[in-house]
């Protein structure tokens, strides 16, 4: 259950303790450095490090630490994957969501081994990150398993397509996707009861991947499987030819209706999509003709009476897992919408956490300080859905003894809090009440951005609670 992602009990370092206590770091000073950094910049997601460190002594810390030569991203993530791992472990099966977005720091031009982002080379330079994140098929998120970032090269950047094609596959961008898949493959051996589905969006349809998830596990092990959207009209060894017109061929088997947010415009709606499903055989690419033919698992997911000027929706998914009924179909296709979890974080990085204006003077630094960000953004998308999912748990599983204690008085208007602390739901919609959530009927639950506003005055309302001697009130 999400109860176990990051229990405070009364501590005010309780949460990040348990995700950082492990982190392969050269002194354990470092590590407690770390714990306290990440408690800081939680408290705090939209501040500059300066101002989430709170004084001088702290902040010039921090930027020794993010400075350090023998602390690697990867070090810096270690602890809280196993922590993701074992909380993974507790659930029969467990989505593997990859994806990747942009980092703009062309604010800070001076910054040290930054690279192009788009087109416009001379302008536009940052990083790429690319995150794999764990959720359950409700879409509980349950931790990071990986991430990457990295720079692309001025150098190479904007080469032809022929180009990209004879460059090896190890040095190709989109062995992104393949060193997702690989990690999860690792990282299966320590949750042997768990199925492990790694999923990825049209950019993630490489024909390499799928090799990968049906060759034999090396060592034998946990097979982890894949669940990608089709990005490419591949040959199929089927009358029709290609995987478009087999598609099209299949009966329908059912039919699905999903809400559509509103988009560019466009109101929301409630779509139906007509199902439909069928083993295939895809043909070699042309440039890897020694490879073999890969025998898939096809679902469609087509809406064929969209609204006027509405782009209809298509989804076709490939996965190497069985789909031999409508009701496997619409599951995959479940599991597949719960990809947009991975955009959510992205967007607590970026807009929540700030983490476009953090200001270090090489990208080296600014990949550290990343890894600590995201785990941040982790954690404020996970006490949004602890307050849907787990409702009824207590808000001592996420919030220190000063915390909740402080938003209760401060809430109720009571000078000594309750005995026992408030669910929490109760502290989700408080913290977002903090950050302007109205909590009417009609508005449903807070979403992470009033969260992570609300988190931010949590913080000075619980610094004044310890200033004014209640923190051993109760």
């Not at 408690?39 to 630490?65: E, H, M, N, V």
Request: positive net charge.
């Amino acid at each position: 259950m999400l109860k176990h992602i990051a229990s405070a009990k009364s501590s005010d370092t309780g949460w990040a303790g348990h995700e950082f206590a492990l982190a392969p770091l050269p002194d354990q000073r470092l590590v407690s450095r770390l714990i306290t950094m990440a408690t800081d910049f939680a408290l705090q997601p939209t501040a500059s490090i300066p101002q989430a460190c709170g004084d001088w002594a702290k902040t010039k810390a921090a930027y020794r630490f993010f400075d350090h030569d023998g602390i690697t991203p990867e070090n810096l993530l270690a602890s809280h994957v196993q922590a993701t791992v074992q909380r993974a472990a507790a659930h029969p099966l467990v989505l593997c969501v990859q994806d990747t977005t942009s980092l703009n720091y062309s604010t800070h031009p001076q910054t040290k081994g930054l690279g192009p982002i788009s087109n416009n080379r001379d302008k536009t330079i940052g990083l790429f990150l690319h995150s794999t994140l764990a959720l359950t098929p409700t879409g509980e998120p349950l931790g990071l398993l990986q991430a990457q970032s990295w720079a692309r090269s001025t150098a190479t950047f904007g080469r032809s397509s022929h180009a990209r094609n004879r460059t090896p596959r190890d040095q190709k961008e989109s062995q992104k996707w393949m060193a997702s898949f690989i990690a999860c493959q690792t990282l299966a051996a320590q949750c042997p009861d768990t199925t492990l589905v790694n999923v990825g969006d049209r950019e993630g349809d490489l024909y390499d991947l799928f090799v990968a998830a049906q060759s034999p596990a090396e060592p034998a092990g946990p097979r982890v499987h894949l669940l990608v959207r089709a990005q490419h009209d591949r040959q199929v060894a089927h009358p029709q030819k290609s995987l478009w017109d087999f598609l099209t061929a299949q009966r329908v088997a059912g039919r699905l209706k999903i809400k559509v947010p509103r988009k560019d415009g466009q109101p929301g709606r409630l779509a139906t999509l007509a199902i439909r499903y069928a083993p295939v055989t895809l043909c070699a690419p042309s440039l890897k003709s020694d490879q073999p033919s890969l025998t898939l698992w096809a679902v469609e997911a087509r809406e064929s009476r969209p609204p006027k000027g509405a782009t209809p929706i298509c989804w076709r998914l490939l996965t190497t897992l069985p789909v031999a009924s409508c009701a496997a179909a619409v599951e995959k296709i479940r599991w597949y919408a719960q990809r947009w979890q991975i955009e959510v974080l992205h967007k607590v990085l970026k807009s929540g956490c700030q983490v476009e204006q953090r200001q270090l003077e090489t990208a080296a630094r600014l990949q550290r300080v990343v890894r600590v960000d995201l785990i941040v953004a982790w954690r404020v998308l996970a006490l949004c859905k602890a307050g849907r999912e787990t409702p009824n748990g207590l808000a001592s599983d996420w919030l220190s003894a000063a915390e909740w204690r402080a938003l209760t008085c401060y809430m109720q208007e009571r000078i000594k809090p309750p005995r026992r602390p408030p669910t929490v739901r109760q502290a989700v919609r408080w913290i977002a009440q903090l950050g302007g959530f109205l909590g009417r009927r009609r508005d449903g639950e807070p979403g992470p951005i009033v969260v992570w506003r609300g988190l931010q005055q949590l913080r000075a309302i619980t610094a004044a609670w310890k200033r004014f001697g209640h923190e051993s009130c109760g």
